[in-house]
């Protein structure tokens, strides 16, 4: 894991907004580039263990209850921790829709500046503490709400809570997505997202203008390969509307 550090190199900082004020440990843009400011204190550090060991223990591995046999659960996990682009950046302090919300807008233009610049295995968990048990499912309803205006700049975004009862896009009665706080994953596009892009005509129309020539012109790896039956299932169903 890469730890929360500077990422900025001779930049100047813009003003901070009060808005800014209300979450310290947000992302701090720059000229150019960015810094992610982060005073970690040793709570901070037990979490992310937390959160580390979780990804390892439930992401990181063979799920007997799912058919993707032989394989990971999540195959971004051991890739970019390997490859060390595997991030946390804790937001305390940010605990209520409008924040959370805001925080997260902002990651559609900070993201893609974070080193290494356009890494398929680079992921980073945006982590916040402070929301209230009562308040975990505003994760999900957040993550409906913005996933389009991710998707639309070829990024992923993944809820994440305690006693989350969301469903593998595998199937199965697999909880990968019980963590131990309440957390954002956000990651590029990949052709496997048409597991979660095929609910609804929005979504799956984003991934079409992606993706759809790469399956009709046929262009795919092995591994790819196994969802262009579902891609053009996906695409009569559509269009049969």
């Given at each position: 894991m890469?730890?929360?550090s500077d990422f900025a190199n001779e930049s100047v900082e813009r003003d901070i907004s009060?808005?800014?004020?209300?979450?310290?440990s947000k992302i701090t843009a720059y000229e150019g580039t960015i810094m992610q400011r982060a005073y970690l204190k040793p709570s901070n550090l037990k979490m992310a263990q937390e959160i580390l060991d979780w990804t390892t223990e439930v992401l990181d591995v063979e799920h007997p209850e799912l058919p993707n046999s032989g394989k990971s659960t999540c195959p971004f996990v051991a890739p970019s921790k390997k490859e060390d682009c595997f991030y946390l950046a804790f937001h305390e302090?940010?605990?209520q829709y409008h924040e959370i919300e805001q925080v997260l807008l902002e990651y559609i233009k900070e993201f893609p500046r974070i080193s290494p610049y356009k890494h398929i295995n680079k992921c980073l968990l945006a982590v916040f503490p402070d929301v209230k048990k009562v308040d975990y499912p505003i994760i999900k309803r957040i993550q409906v709400d913005v996933r389009l205006r991710f998707a639309e700049s070829n990024m992923m975004l993944g809820p994440f809570y305690p006693r989350s009862r969301s469903k593998s896009a595998y199937g199965?009665?697999?909880?990968l997505f019980d963590a131990p706080y309440p957390f954002f994953a956000i990651r590029q596009m990949a052709i496997h997202d048409i597991l979660f892009m095929s609910d609804d005509p929005a979504s799956f129309d984003i991934y079409n203008r992606r993706y759809g020539a790469r399956f009709r012109s046929k262009k795919l790896s092995g591994d790819e390969a196994k969802y262009r039956e579902r891609y053009?299932?996906?695409?009569?169903r559509f269009a049969s509307r």
């Open positions: 890469r730890p929360v009060m808005d800014d004020a209300k979450c310290p302090g940010c605990s199965g009665r697999a909880k053009f299932k996906i695409l009569d």
